[in-house]
């Protein structure tokens, strides 16, 4: 069976650019979670999507970041504009909700921001 | 506000021994904690879990224990082996959340 799949790997942009990211989770898994997670620290919850709703979006910046689901399955992350603060590695995880608290991550994208 | 701690950065073991992996969390309403292993470049692969009416889950080599009083939870891995060398989360969530609140990790040496 497939894991979670994101794309790219990795990214270099410049302050004040666009960067998106995209996430393809586990088949049959309707819940999708984007973290953030900065060196030396443990993934921090952005937003979370159960099918193509976002159920949490607290701690996502939304002045800068915005997140889309579309069709519950795929999902894109995006930063407009990116800032220095932002370099760091995004993590895609899905689950299957209610029915299993555990959650599968893909591999992630490392952002850097100059 | 640190829900989850891992307090130890780092842990270097000798191949063979014990590796003891240790988490402490302030929330009494966490019911469910998982461990993750994470290697560079890639993503948390999840390792094991236990769920608060349990004290003990085992799987293998990899053995989680649970202390709901001392609100502290700790990963045994018997006998350590070189590929076990990684950066290891402890994350907990409770009924309703289904968000996970990680620790800061701890980084774990297998020495031969």
């Known amino acids: 069976e497939a894991g979670v799949v994101q794309s790219p790997r990795y990214k270099i942009i410049e302050k004040k650019q666009p960067v998106a990211f995209w996430c393809n989770p586990i088949?049959?898994?309707?819940?999708l979670y984007w973290y953030l997670q900065n060196l030396g620290q443990g993934p921090e919850l952005l937003i979370r999507?159960?099918?193509?709703?976002?159920?949490?979006d607290s701690q996502l910046p939304k002045d800068r970041f915005s997140a889309e689901r579309l069709k519950g399955v795929d999902s894109t992350l995006k930063i407009q504009p990116a800032e220095l603060g932002d370099s760091a590695v995004y993590l895609c995880?899905?689950?299957?909700?209610?029915?299993?608290?555990?959650?599968?991550f893909g591999p992630g994208t490392r952002l850097t921001v100059l | 506000d640190q829900q989850v701690k891992q307090n130890s950065p780092s842990l270097s073991v000798q191949e063979g021994r014990i590796s003891i992996l240790n988490c402490d969390y302030t929330?009494?309403?966490?019911?469910?904690f998982l461990w993750y292993k994470k290697y560079p470049a890639e993503g948390p692969t999840f390792l094991i879990s236990?769920?608060?009416?349990?004290d003990k889950n085992e799987d293998g080599r990899f053995t989680v224990f649970l202390n709901k009083s001392a609100k502290h939870l700790s990963l045994h891995i018997v006998p350590s082996q070189p590929g076990d060398s990684a950066v290891y989360f402890c994350?907990?969530?409770?009924?309703?959340?289904?968000?996970?609140?990680f620790g800061q990790g701890t980084r774990l040496t297998i020495n031969p």
């Open positions: 994350a907990a969530s409770y009924e309703g959340a289904q968000k996970l609140v």
């Open positions: 236990i769920s608060s009416i349990k």
């Open positions: 995880a899905s689950s299957l909700g209610r029915a299993s608290a555990t959650q599968y």
């Open positions: 929330n009494s309403m966490f019911d469910y």
């Open positions: 088949s049959g898994h309707n819940t």
């Open positions: 999507y159960e099918n193509e709703e976002a159920v949490d």
